[in-house]
């Protein structure tokens, strides 16, 4: 309600589901919505789907990185209808914060992303392929048209940690030490220190002993939306 161009900020949402199922109804990213009303009463929320991976080799990648690039140009570019201004935040979890930070990271005309929320997201497709958690390597490789060695610049180019330099915005990553789908490691803190190196603003919260998602508690995610909270207001001013 009240929205308007001067002052109405914008989160941008995205599910997860190894970027072959889920959706934007989906408990795993619909339930983040009540409580960013909450917290953020001066933002619009935008809530997205993308096309579905299926196989054999229907929509593989880049499909889901340009429904991804469409979406948020076409908001953008339809900022004085919405009633909302320029600064768009992305929020993902798992495949969705994937294409949330590649979003971020690699486009910066017509949108400049100001920040990303990154649950649990992969941020290195070689890695993923190449160290295999309960994400099969076949299943990867039919997503990306092969293995690193055979399309080594497509994982370049679908890789967040590839475009992760001094003018990637403020990020925050929420990670589950025991993550056996995104590996805390490899995937996350690698993104994190990568940040650190370039002198881009970032937080990184392991939480002990926990999986991707499926475990954490709601104490756990109100934590997580109070640091959330805490870094989005810092610097989305």
Not at 64 to 86: H, P
Not at 88 to 95: E, I, Q, T, Y
Not at 174 to 181: A, I, K, M, S, T
Not at 192 to 198: G, S
Request: one cysteine or more; proline letters at 5%.
């Amino acid at each position: 309600a009240n929205r308007s161009t001067a002052a109405t900020k914008v989160f941008i949402l995205i599910h997860g589901g190894a970027w072959a199922t889920g959706d934007k109804a989906d408990a795993d990213i619909a339930k983040y919505i009540d409580t960013l009303k909450t917290r953020f009463p001066d933002y619009a929320i935008f809530n997205l789907n993308y096309r579905l991976a299926a196989f054999p080799a229907t929509n593989v990648f880049p499909a889901q990185e340009l429904d991804i690039k469409a979406a948020v140009e076409f908001i953008y570019g339809n900022r004085s209808s919405y009633l909302i201004s320029d600064k768009f935040v992305m929020l993902g979890a798992s495949a969705g914060a994937h294409l949330a930070l590649l979003q971020a990271y690699k486009y910066h005309s017509p949108v400049n992303i100001k920040a990303v929320v990154d649950f649990f997201g992969p941020t290195d497709m070689a890695d993923l392929y190449n160290n295999p958690g309960d994400l099969p390597a076949a299943t990867v490789a039919v997503l990306m048209s092969g293995t690193p060695t055979t399309n080594a610049a497509l994982y370049q180019q679908s890789s967040p940690l590839t475009f992760a330099d001094a003018q990637s915005c403020p990020t925050i990553i929420l990670q589950g030490e025991l993550d056996p789908l995104v590996n805390a490691t490899r995937q996350s803190l690698a993104l994190k220190n990568k940040l650190t190196t370039a002198g881009a603003i970032n937080q990184y919260i392991l939480y002990p002993g926990l999986h991707h998602g499926d475990d954490w508690n709601a104490a756990t995610f109100t934590d997580a939306f109070n640091k959330i909270q805490a870094f989005i207001i810092t610097n989305v001013p």
